[in-house]
């Protein structure tokens, strides 16, 4: 099984900064990565796959980047509704999520 | 619109069995597969399995390897995951999502909480 490890678990940022997350395979998964995002009491939404790719109707403050075994999610100026926990996952081989990065007001 | 429609919550005691549905709409169902997902209270996302609506083949996470089982009804659109032999770190809200083309996870259903006691 592929273990994917985010960090940090928790990053406060305050409004309108950037934030930046991180995940990491425990092997290479080439560019077979997605972000997702999850508020409250809601199901997980697809925000990035392809390591890189935008899904449909996400902002362009969501950026993705990486490839094999380091990636990264960049939120460049959150805004008030970003305030989520972030997962990764991986789809090389079948699928594992990350633990999640939760990004709280500072 | 695409959607993915959940069967309510449940209260089940230890050792029981439970039934959870994910009815599709809007789009060709047999044309993508659905994965379950589940979130333990406070916890993060642990994937379950898939299952092809096209061909019904399976693929299961090795931990749970005899204990579940998912089937779909292309009659109705509807996927279903059955887990059998419930203990209390079961609990938790249960996810279908459908497997995009480009093997993510591109729609959800909106959770079904189960809840495991004596």
């Known amino acids: 099984e592929i273990v994917m490890t985010q960090s940090p678990a928790t990053l406060s940022v305050s409004p309108g900064e950037r934030a930046t997350l991180s995940c990491r395979a425990s092997?290479?998964?080439?560019?077979?990565l997605a972000w997702y995002q999850q508020k409250p009491g809601q199901a997980p939404r697809l925000l990035i796959y392809?390591?890189?790719t935008r899904a449909t109707g996400i902002p362009a403050r969501f950026s993705g980047s990486g490839s094999g075994t380091e990636f990264t999610l960049t939120i460049s100026s959150l805004q008030s509704e970003d305030f989520a926990v972030y997962y990764c996952?991986?789809?090389?081989?079948?699928?594992?999520f990350g633990q999640g990065t939760k990004v709280e007001i500072k | 619109q695409v959607q993915l429609v959940q069967s309510g919550a449940e209260v089940k005691k230890p050792g029981a069995s439970v039934k959870v549905s994910c009815k599709a709409s809007?789009?060709?169902?047999?044309?993508?597969?659905i994965s379950w997902v589940r979130q333990a209270p406070g916890q993060g996302l642990e994937w379950m399995g898939w299952?092809?609506?096209?061909?019904?083949?399976?693929n299961y996470a090795q931990k749970l390897q005899g204990r579940v089982t998912m089937t779909t009804d292309t009659s109705t659109s509807t996927a279903y995951m059955e887990l059998r032999s419930l203990r209390s770190d079961d609990t938790a809200v249960y996810y279908c999502?459908?497997?995009?083309?480009?093997?993510?996870?591109?729609?959800w259903g909106q959770g079904t909480m189960v809840t495991v006691s004596s």
């Open positions: 999502a459908r497997r995009a083309p480009i093997d993510a996870f591109d729609i």
């Open positions: 299952i092809s609506a096209y061909n019904g083949n399976t």
């Open positions: 392809g390591a890189s």
């Open positions: 092997q290479s998964v080439s560019s077979n």
């Open positions: 809007g789009y060709t169902f047999t044309s993508y597969g």
């Open positions: 996952q991986q789809y090389n081989n079948w699928w594992t």
